[in-house]
């Protein structure tokens, strides 16, 4: 969504135009952020003029972990170290089990400490909890207040974790498949038959063209209008300047 649909909190030219041209369509909103719930994600576009999503219309990573668990583990226990809206989304499906924990479940936002990277720490080593991330995302940009932050992401969040246990954290956020093939399932439809749309090509171009979706190109977020396509990513189906490009590249499909 950021750097597609908006920057921050202003929607990008062209996006509303192509959220109503696609509304016929089945189409999710897609987002490795696991702070805020679908609700809060869906009343945040509406609130920009990007249409009036159903919360079902949005899967977060937060969500994709707690899908993802459920099916590891039905009736999972964990230790969850993040922002609230990944306790919220876990709470669906598992139970908060700082004790007995069957996963350490790290996502993005505030919650990492010295406490908290003890008990995990001890639940991994200890007790064989399985650690896993929301999303791997290094760092990420954050506008809230109007002023541009630079934050740490579940990846370095995650990664005192790995480097105490001496472990690989299960990922499940682009360009990991989890998140992808969450997203065609909820759609009811074959990746063959589903295009990712984003801005990043080591996630959600690189990813998609793994989990077998085809994939667009919009060089408004991330990804600058000039940059050549790096050499170790395939390309993508469609690479245009913006979301109004997309809609004249896809004419022919639309009808
Ligand atoms: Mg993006």
Not at 84 to 95: E, F, P
Request: charged fraction near 20%.
């Amino acid at each position: 969504m950021d750097g597609v649909l908006f920057h921050g909190e202003t929607p990008l030219p062209g996006a509303a135009a192509f959220l109503r041209r696609i509304a016929t369509l089945p189409h999710l909103f897609v987002t490795n952020n696991p702070i805020r719930t679908p609700a809060e994600v869906a009343a945040r576009l509406a609130s920009m003029g990007l249409g009036r999503p159903r919360p079902k219309q949005i899967l977060t990573s937060a969500e994709a972990t707690a899908r993802w668990l459920a099916r590891e583990r039905p009736g999972f226990r964990y230790y969850a170290v993040g922002a609230a809206g990944l306790d919220a989304a876990l709470r669906q499906h598992g139970v908060p089990d700082a004790g007995q924990a069957d996963f350490v479940v790290v996502g993005e936002g505030p919650g990492l400490d010295f406490e908290t990277l003890t008990t995990g720490i001890n639940l991994v080593l200890k007790r064989g909890a399985r650690l896993v991330v929301t999303n791997p995302d290094t760092s990420v940009d954050d506008s809230r207040d109007g002023a541009h932050r630079i934050l740490p992401g579940g990846g370095a969040l995650v990664a005192p974790f790995a480097a105490a246990c001496g472990v690989s954290p299960v990922v499940i956020g682009k360009p990991e498949p989890a998140l992808f093939q969450m997203a065609c399932e909820r759609l009811g439809l074959p990746a063959q038959a589903c295009v990712m749309v984003g801005d990043r090509p080591d996630t959600d171009i690189a990813g998609a063209l793994r989990a077998g979706m085809r994939a667009a190109l919009v060089r408004t977020g991330r990804f600058a209008p000039e940059a050549p396509w790096p050499a170790d990513i395939p390309p993508p189906h469609w690479d245009v300047p913006d979301l109004g490009s997309l809609l004249r590249a896809w004419q022919h499909l639309l009808g």
